[in-house]
């Protein structure tokens, strides 16, 4: 079994910083691709960044600001942590945002389907 526990949220101005990250605990000797989905009030879970077991590999969705560089997936294993860094934070980023786990490699690291385990979810708000 695995938990997953996301920090960092908060309320930010428009063009602000932050931060998240998500503790990872539990089984934690196995290969977890991680990736971090956004739910915005009313819409849809969607897949924002994937993160490869060893950490070499991003996979980030096409039609985010993310290809901009504004938000950042990494993560450090030695600490079983995952971050998303989020800059320049506009107010259509404001949503619950979530880290998920899945053991072993996929095809489609941004499909919520495709994920075992789930953070309960760390709220981002972007005031303009």
């Known amino acids: 079994q695995v ?7 908060g309320s930010v101005q428009a063009g602000g910083t932050l931060r998240l990250s998500c503790a990872l ?3 934690t000797s196995s290969n977890y691709y991680m990736a971090w989905f956004l739910q915005a009030p009313g ?3 969607e897949g924002v960044a994937g993160i490869s077991a060893d950490g070499r590999n991003s996979f980030y969705l096409d ?3 993310t ?3 504004r938000f950042t ?8 942590t ?3 860094q989020m800059n320049s934070l506009k107010p259509e980023d404001t949503a619950t945002y979530y880290c ?3 053991f072993g490699r996929t095809d489609s690291p941004l499909q919520k389907s495709q994920y075992t385990y789930w953070g309960q979810g760390t709220q981002v708000t972007v005031s303009s």
Request: no cysteine; net charge negative; aromatic share 4%.
């Open 82 to 84: 995952l971050y998303l």
């Open 3 to 9: 938990q997953l526990v996301e920090s960092g949220g």
């Open 63 to 65: 039609n985010h600001d």
């Open 73 to 80: 997936i990494s993560r450090d294993n030695a600490h079983n």
């Open 25 to 27: 605990s539990g089984d």
């Open 67 to 69: 290809q901009e560089g």
């Open 100 to 102: 998920a786990a899945r």
């Open 43 to 45: 819409k849809e879970r």
